[in-house]
């Protein structure tokens, strides 16, 4: 019950930011408009895109965002294992209908750190075509929505270690430990749920 209230708290720190996006986006595009300039918010979305295939679309961040996605599901996976006591696997690595919940967490574990290196690097690649956290005030909202985001990504890959390394120093895997898991991935599904809304609102809101 603790952790929803804490998660509680978190969605509306999220739902400020996103108050201050869309006020930021709402004023400075109608002063654009009247003076007749290019909205920022127009010129930063369209160094979000890449030019796969002939089309403009964000398909690295798609693809970074899928990744994610696909974490939540090996999570739930391991949340079904522990609920039935299953803390390793049972047989060889490559039977996966047989993994437990450390193999299922591990992946999602790899999933998340790949989704970090995937937004470390789109975060090297805008700075190099000189999109930067002062540039202005789009900019600025997009690092600090997704900084954040990324900062709650990386407190869930700490909270997957330390899961991890409670199945590994106790003797037997105990409720205490299931409960452990299924606390886990209630914020993991959270903070992927926050991203498909950054993701819908920074990539594909035009």
């Known amino acids: 019950m603790g952790v929803i209230i804490w998660l509680a708290s978190e969605l509306m720190f999220f739902a400020a930011l996103f108050g201050a996006y869309f006020s930021l986006r709402e004023t400075t595009t109608a002063a654009a408009v009247a003076a007749g300039t290019t909205p920022m918010w127009e010129w930063g979305s369209n160094h979000l895109l890449n030019d796969w295939f002939g089309i403009s679309f964000p398909w690295f961040a798609t693809i970074n965002t899928t990744i994610l996605l696909l974490s939540s599901v090996t999570c739930q996976l391991g949340v079904h294992a522990a609920e039935r006591g299953q803390v390793g696997r049972s047989g060889s690595l490559a039977r996966i209908g047989g993994w437990g919940l450390r193999e299922w967490y591990t992946l999602t574990f790899v999933m998340g750190a ?3 290196g ?4 789109e975060y090297a690649t805008l700075v190099s075509e000189g999109f930067t956290l002062s540039v202005n005030a ?3 909202a997009f690092f600090l929505a997704t900084g954040f985001h990324g900062l709650h990504v990386i407190g869930g890959l700490v909270a997957f270690l330390l899961m991890l390394g409670r199945t590994y120093l106790s003797r037997r895997f105990t409720h205490e430990q299931a409960v452990h898991a299924i606390v886990t991935s209630y914020y993991w599904h959270f903070v992927d749920a926050i991203w498909v ?3 819908g609102v920074l990539y594909l809101l035009r």
């Open 114 to 116: 790949v989704f970090i």
């Open 197 to 199: 809304v950054l993701f």
């Open 138 to 140: 789009y900019t600025s």
């Open 118 to 121: 995937g937004q470390a690097f």
